[in-house]
T-cell receptor
Framework: EPEVTQTPSHQVTQMGQEVILRCVPI?????FYWYRQILGQKVEFLVS????????KSEIFDDQFSVERPDGSNFTLKIRSTKLEDSAMYFC????????????FGSGTQLSVL | SQQGEEDPQALSIQEGENATMNCSYK?????LQWYRQNSGRGLVHLIL?????REKHSGRLRVTLDTSKKSSSLLITASRAADTASYFC????????????FGKGTKLSVIP
C-alpha cells in the first residue's frame, strides 16, 4: 500500500537554529498537511496545502513556520528559529481528492530542540 | 469536557476480551473518524462514520455515533496483543474545513 514518507525520523537541533522537515506524500494525492503532537498531548493541526498554496493554518503556524512543495514529490515544513516548545513529533499527511475525508499519515519526525 | 475527549484515558484488558472506547465532541459534525497510533508511529485511519449513520462495522471494529449526545464509541472485539496502541477520534472543524481536531486518545494495552 502506498505510504507517506517522512525524513528524518529524529532531528535534534539547538534553539534558534533552522530546521527543515521533509515529507513525500502519496504520489497522486492533492492535499497535504502538517500536524504535530507534543509529548502527552493531543495531535494538533498546523497547516494544510493545496494547489501550491496554504489553504488553512492554525494559530500555532506563525511567521516562524513555512511550507513548500519545491518539486512534484516533496513537501517540507521549515521552522526558521526553533524554540524549546517546538519539540514535538511532526506528522505529514496527505489526502487524495475532493470529497475524500481519509488522511494518510507518515510515521513522523521527532524534533528535539535543546 | 473538551472537544474530542476520549475515555478512558487508558485501558488494559486480556487478549480475547472486548475493548470499548468513548469519545465526545462539541461541534456539529459531518462525520467522525477513528485513528490508531502504534507507539512511535504515525496515525492509521481505522473507520469513518457519517452523521446520518448510527453504527458501522469493519472487521472486528464497531463504531457507534450518537449525534444528539455528541458522542461516539469504538468497540474492538476479540482483542489481540497487536491491538495494543493509542486510539483517537477525530472530526473536521467545520463546514468546508479539512482541519482535523483530535482527542487526547485512549491508550489500550492488550495483555497476551
Amino acid at each position: 500500500e502506498p505510504e507517506v514518507t517522512q525524513t528524518p525520523s529524529h532531528q535534534v537541533t539547538q534553539m534558534g537554529q533552522e530546521v527543515i522537515l521533509r515529507c513525500v506524500p502519496i504520489s497522486n494525492h492533492l492535499y497535504f498537511y502538517w500536524y504535530r503532537q507534543i509529548l502527552g498531548q493531543k495531535v494538533e493541526f498546523l497547516v494544510s496545502f493545496y494547489n501550491n498554496e496554504i489553504s488553512e493554518k492554525s494559530e500555532i503556524f506563525d511567521d516562524q513556520f513555512s511550507v513548500e512543495r519545491p518539486d512534484g514529490s516533496n513537501f517540507t515544513l521549515k521552522i526558521r528559529s526553533t524554540k524549546l516548545e517546538d519539540s514535538a513529533m511532526y506528522f505529514c499527511a496527505s489526502r487524495d481528492r475532493v470529497g475524500s475525508e481519509k488522511l494518510f499519515f507518515g510515521s513522523g519526525t521527532q524534533l528535539s530542540v535543546l | 469536557s473538551q472537544q474530542g475527549e476520549e475515555d478512558p484515558q487508558a485501558l488494559s484488558i486480556q487478549e480475547g476480551e472486548n475493548a470499548t472506547m468513548n469519545c465526545s465532541y462539541k461541534t456539529s459534525i459531518n462525520n467522525l473518524q477513528w485513528y490508531r497510533q502504534n507507539s512511535g508511529r504515525g496515525l492509521v485511519h481505522l473507520i469513518l462514520i457519517r452523521s446520518n449513520e448510527r453504527e458501522k462495522h469493519s472487521g472486528r471494529l464497531r463504531v457507534t455515533l450518537d449525534t444528539s449526545k455528541k458522542s461516539s464509541s469504538l468497540l474492538i472485539t476479540a482483542s489481540r496483543a497487536a491491538d495494543t496502541a493509542s486510539y483517537f477520534c477525530a472530526h473536521y472543524s467545520g463546514a468546508g474545513s479539512y482541519q482535523l481536531t483530535f482527542g487526547k486518545g485512549t491508550k489500550l494495552s492488550v495483555i497476551p
